[in-house]
T-cell receptor, first 110, second 114 residues
Framework: GEDVEQSLFLSVREGDSSVINCTYT??????LYWYKQEPGAGLQLLTY?????DMKQDQRLTVLLNKKDKHLSLRIADTQTGDSAIYFC??????????FGQGTELSVKP | GAGVSQSPSNKVTEKGKDVELRCDPI?????LYWYRQSLGQGLEFLIY????????KSGLPSDRFSAERTGGSVSTLTIQRTQQEDSAVYLC????????????FGSGTRLTVV
C-alpha cells in the first residue's frame, strides 16, 4: 500500500527558512497535501499542489513537487514562533483515502 | 454545522470497559474518516465511509473496534473491552466526494485507558 515518509524533527531560528521534506511511494492521485497541527488541536489543511505542477507559492509557503523522485517539500520563509507545530504531508492511496506521514515537528527558536 | 464536531473531547475509562466516540461531520459532506494518533506516532487510518457504499474497514486494528454511520451523517466509533494500548487521540474528518477537496478535521477525542 501507499507509504508516506517524513523526518520527525526540525529546529530553526526565527527569521530563517524551514524546509520540510516528504517522500511517497505511489501517486496516481491528483493532489498532494500539507496539513498543520498546532498543540492540542486537530489538523488544518495548510496547502496542496496539483500533481501536474512543479511548484506552488502561497505567501510565505512554497511547495515543490518532484514526481520523478516522488518527493514533496514545504518551504516556510521567514519562519516565526507561531509556525511551531507538527506538519503532515498526505497522499491518496488506491482506495481513495488520505495516507499521512508521521509528521515533522517544527520547533522555532527566538 | 460550521465544522466537524467530536464528542467527548476527553474520555478516561477503565481497562475492559466499552467506549463510544461520536463524530458530527460538516453538513453535505458525503465522506467521513476516522484516524488514530498515538503519542509520537503519525496518523493511523481506521475506517472510511463514502455515501451508501460499504465502508473501508481495512485500518481497524482488531475486532474490538467498530464504527457506524447513521443516515449518512453522524458516526460513532465503538471500542469494546478497552486496553491500555487503545489510549490515543481519535480524529474524525469529513470531505466532499472526490479528490482535491482535502479533509476537514475535528479537534479529536483524547482517550485514556487506565
Amino acid at each position: 500500500g501507499e507509504d508516506v515518509e517524513q523526518s520527525l524533527f526540525l529546529s530553526v531560528r526565527e527569521g530563517d527558512s524551514s524546509v520540510i521534506n516528504c517522500t511517497y511511494t505511489d501517486s496516481s492521485s491528483t493532489y498532494l497535501y500539507w496539513y498543520k497541527q498546532e498543540p492540542g488541536a486537530g489538523l488544518q489543511l495548510l496547502t496542496y499542489i496539483f500533481s501536474n505542477m512543479d511548484m506552488k507559492q502561497d505567501q510565505r509557503l512554497t511547495v515543490l513537487l518532484n514526481k520523478k523522485d516522488k518527493h514533496l517539500s514545504l518551504r516556510i520563509a521567514d519562519t516565526q514562533t507561531g509556525d511551531s507545530a507538527i506538519y503532515f504531508c498526505a497522499d491518496y492511496d488506491q482506495g481513495g483515502k488520505l495516507i499521512f506521514g508521521q509528521g515533522t515537528e517544527l520547533s522555532v527558536k527566538p | 454545522g460550521a465544522g466537524v464536531s467530536q464528542s467527548p473531547s476527553n474520555k478516561v475509562t477503565e481497562k475492559g470497559k466499552d467506549v463510544e466516540l461520536r463524530c458530527d461531520p460538516i453538513s453535505g459532506h458525503t465522506a467521513l474518516y476516522w484516524y488514530r494518533q498515538s503519542l509520537g506516532q503519525g496518523l493511523e487510518f481506521l475506517i472510511y465511509f463514502q455515501g451508501n457504499s460499504a465502508p473501508d474497514k481495512s485500518g481497524l486494528p482488531s475486532d474490538r473496534f467498530s464504527a457506524e454511520r447513521t443516515g449518512g451523517s453522524v458516526s460513532t466509533l465503538t471500542i469494546q473491552r478497552t486496553q491500555q494500548e487503545d489510549s490515543a487521540v481519535y480524529l474524525c474528518a469529513s470531505s466532499l466526494a472526490g479528490q482535491g477537496q482535502g479533509y476537514t478535521f475535528g479537534s479529536g477525542t483524547r482517550l485514556t485507558v487506565v
